[in-house]
């Protein structure tokens, strides 16, 4: 099935797509792709960077632990919940207009909490990051799709899938500098002006396209009913790790979750328009696309976690030296995302996809090696190793997934692979996370009273290993220098063993993920988006 594209610059200004090239730099593909790069950027980053200014912003306004994770688990979520409803809002509003509504609300969210003089506020504002991060997100996609044509579409989502990796991966380092040499604040102060220059580029650039079948209507009930169980699924995700995976409270979000979508899924087929055509999943290579996102994001958010904690508490290092230390990972996502486009316009996705989940599970078994006294160029390899497994990933199963969607639905499909990724960045962070947490409580009381150490209260052991798990060493103040070096060498030793197992997981997850990767084929409708403009 094909769509024919109908561009418009405003509300009632339409005429068919095939009218003539666009005139100068509007509409021009190359600088649309610019354009959405840049407010893409900001939702990226303020993925990562925000953990960085975690400790500052806690000491600042006198926050809690857990006020401090909220202050994450707030932009996730609402971001996580809404991106597909956000994508149905571009398909019927148009992708322009969704684009710029989101980069303004989420450059001024940001500049809000930088204002915010109480951690409410600040966890406040992130709910609306969230928000509006899931109304450009998508938009992004969405634009691309209709503007450029289909042998340029891989290369175009490789340069944007280069952005994001970059982005995430180098949170931490500008995070690091933003916080040790201006302050907290400024790591969302940083938004404002990205984001207004994001919103002219914006304004001056892109032109609307809009798909002839468009949705007309909204599936208000379907909207509900996956907002509900996206929210359910997700809570029970993040609260996991505190309630624990045996608790109560966190199947019952689970049980919840699992009807709220089949009830969901009942609902679509009887609605007129409904939310998200079911149809859609007809298509194998689709729906191998959205399980290849969220292994791939398993592995690599996942892995992501504990390296932070790895760098800096175990090897003692600085978040702006932790943060050059992930610059390998970085690079090779900068170098491969373009380079693995190339490749699947040329070769098709299914070896490219299945080649970078090997090179990625080769990584996650190489980072399961480190040691306490691993050297920086034997962390590098594996790190690079990761970034080159991962640009293939992220071009390809986003290709794909938008690919294979009628245009009329790319915003909606572009909703589908970013909550893909969030829900596989959630699992990877509390399924990891478990992992991790069995290991330590396994292991740190038999390693503690193998090192001679005195003997510690069931309450104390717990209260220690939870620190261990972040790769702390617990020693108390006062401790004489040679028991406080057996300590740390007992907690960094636990804590090793905990990576390691949370690391061969990933492994794991990136093998599964090799063979759905054979499942996947080009996109069938990628040429309905055939762009308007110059090439």
Same mark, same amino acid.
């Given at each position: 099935?094909?769509?024919?594209?109908?561009?418009?610059?405003?509300?009632?200004?339409?005429?068919?797509?095939?009218?003539?090239?666009?005139?100068?730099?509007?509409?021009?593909?190359?600088?649309?792709?610019?354009?959405?790069?840049?407010?893409?950027?900001?939702?990226?980053?303020?993925?990562?960077?925000?953990?960085?200014?975690?400790?500052?912003?806690?000491?600042?306004?006198?926050?809690?632990?857990?006020?401090?994770?909220?202050?994450?688990?707030?932009?996730?979520?609402?971001?996580?919940?809404?991106?597909?409803?956000?994508?149905?809002?571009?398909?019927?509003?148009?992708?322009?207009?969704?684009?710029?509504?989101?980069?303004?609300?989420?450059?001024?969210?940001?500049?809000?909490?930088?204002?915010?003089?109480?951690?409410?506020?600040?966890?406040?504002?992130?709910?609306?990051?969230?928000?509006?991060?899931?109304?450009?997100?998508?938009?992004?996609?969405?634009?691309?799709?209709?503007?450029?044509?289909?042998?340029?579409?891989?290369?175009?989502?490789?340069?944007?899938?280069?952005?994001?990796?970059?982005?995430?991966?180098?949170?931490?380092?500008?995070?690091?500098?933003?916080?040790?040499?201006?302050?907290?604040?400024?790591?969302?102060?940083?938004?404002?002006?990205?984001?207004?220059?994001?919103?002219?580029?914006?304004?001056?650039?892109?032109?609307?396209?809009?798909?002839?079948?468009?949705?007309?209507?909204?599936?208000?009930?379907?909207?509900?009913?996956?907002?509900?169980?996206?929210?359910?699924?997700?809570?029970?995700?993040?609260?996991?790790?505190?309630?624990?995976?045996?608790?109560?409270?966190?199947?019952?979000?689970?049980?919840?979750?699992?009807?709220?979508?089949?009830?969901?899924?009942?609902?679509?087929?009887?609605?007129?328009?409904?939310?998200?055509?079911?149809?859609?999943?007809?298509?194998?290579?689709?729906?191998?696309?959205?399980?290849?996102?969220?292994?791939?994001?398993?592995?690599?958010?996942?892995?992501?976690?504990?390296?932070?904690?790895?760098?800096?508490?175990?090897?003692?290092?600085?978040?702006?030296?932790?943060?050059?230390?992930?610059?390998?990972?970085?690079?090779?996502?900068?170098?491969?995302?373009?380079?693995?486009?190339?490749?699947?316009?040329?070769?098709?996705?299914?070896?490219?996809?299945?080649?970078?989940?090997?090179?990625?599970?080769?990584?996650?078994?190489?980072?399961?090696?480190?040691?306490?006294?691993?050297?920086?160029?034997?962390?590098?390899?594996?790190?690079? @190793?990761?970034? *080159?497994?991962? #640009?293939?990933?992220?071009?390809? &199963?986003?290709? !794909?997934?938008? +690919?294979? %969607? /009628?245009?009329?639905?790319?915003?909606?499909?572009?909703?589908?692979?970013?909550?893909?990724?969030?829900?596989?960045?959630?699992?990877?962070?509390?399924?990891?996370?478990?992992?991790?947490?069995?290991?330590?409580?396994?292991?740190?009381?038999?390693?503690?009273?193998?090192?001679? @150490?005195?003997? *510690?209260?069931? #309450?104390?052991?717990?209260?220690? &290993?939870?620190? !261990?798990?972040? +790769?702390? %060493? /617990?020693?108390?103040?006062?401790?004489?220098?040679?028991?406080?070096?057996?300590?740390?060498?007992?907690?960094?030793?636990?804590?090793?063993?905990?990576?390691?197992?949370?690391?061969?997981?990933?492994?794991?997850?990136?093998?599964?993920?090799?063979?759905?990767?054979?499942?996947?084929?080009?996109?069938?409708?990628?040429?309905?988006?055939?762009?308007?403009?110059?090439?």
């Amino acid at each position: 099935m094909t769509s024919q594209t109908i561009e418009t610059t405003g509300p009632g200004d339409r005429g068919p797509s095939d009218a003539g090239p666009a005139k100068g730099l509007r509409g021009h593909p190359w600088v649309t792709l610019i354009t959405v790069a840049v407010g893409v950027m900001m939702v990226a980053l303020d993925g990562t960077i925000v953990a960085i200014a975690n400790p500052a912003i806690g000491k600042d306004l006198g926050a809690s632990w857990s006020e401090l994770q909220w202050i994450t688990n707030a932009y996730f979520l609402a971001l996580a919940v809404t991106l597909i409803t956000a994508g149905k809002l571009g398909d019927r509003f148009g992708h322009r207009q969704t684009f710029l509504i989101g980069v303004a609300g989420f450059a001024a969210s940001s500049g809000a909490i930088g204002l915010s003089g109480s951690i409410g506020a600040v966890i406040v504002f992130r709910v609306f990051q969230g928000l509006f991060g899931a109304l450009l997100m998508p938009a992004a996609l969405g634009l691309l799709r209709a503007t450029f044509p289909a042998e340029k579409l891989n290369m175009a989502i490789g340069i944007w899938g280069m952005v994001i990796g970059a982005s995430t991966a180098g949170g931490p380092i500008l995070g690091g500098v933003l916080v040790e040499h201006v302050n907290w604040q400024s790591v969302f102060f940083i938004n404002v002006p990205v984001g207004v220059l994001a919103l002219v580029l914006g304004v001056l650039i892109l032109l609307d396209h809009r798909a002839e079948n468009a949705p007309r209507s909204f599936d208000i009930v379907g909207i509900v009913l996956l907002s509900a169980s996206m929210f359910c699924l997700v809570w029970a995700l993040i609260k996991a790790p505190e309630w624990g995976w045996g608790d109560g409270r966190t199947w019952l979000f689970i049980v919840v979750s699992v009807v709220g979508f089949g009830l969901f899924s009942f609902w679509e087929t009887r609605v007129r328009e409904p939310l998200i055509p079911l149809a859609m999943f007809r298509s194998v290579p689709l729906s191998a696309g959205v399980v290849l996102m969220v292994l791939m994001a398993i592995a690599f958010m996942g892995g992501l976690f504990f390296v932070t904690f790895y760098l800096q508490n175990v090897h003692g290092m600085s978040p702006v030296d932790a943060g050059l230390h992930l610059l390998p990972l970085t690079a090779m996502m900068i170098v491969g995302s373009p380079a693995a486009g190339a490749m699947i316009t040329k070769f098709g996705p299914r070896v490219p996809l299945a080649g970078g989940m090997a090179l990625t599970a080769i990584a996650m078994y190489g980072m399961s090696t480190l040691e306490t006294d691993t050297g920086s160029l034997a962390m590098s390899v594996w790190f690079a @190793l990761l970034g *080159l497994g991962l #640009a293939p990933v992220m071009v390809g &199963a986003t290709e !794909v997934i938008v +690919g294979n %969607a /009628p245009l009329e639905l790319s915003g909606v499909a572009g909703g589908l692979q970013q909550a893909a990724m969030q829900i596989g960045g959630s699992l990877g962070t509390a399924v990891l996370g478990a992992v991790m947490a069995s290991k330590v409580d396994n292991d740190f009381a038999g390693n503690w009273a193998e090192a001679g @150490l005195p003997k *510690l209260t069931p #309450a104390q052991l717990d209260a220690a &290993a939870e620190g !261990v798990q972040q +790769g702390i %060493a /617990p020693v108390p103040p006062g401790t004489p220098a040679p028991v406080a070096e057996k300590i740390a060498d007992v907690a960094h030793d636990t804590f090793i063993s905990g990576m390691s197992l949370a690391s061969l997981t990933a492994a794991g997850v990136a093998v599964v993920a090799v063979f759905v990767a054979f499942l996947t084929k080009k996109g069938e409708n990628a040429e309905a988006g055939a762009g308007v403009g110059h090439i």
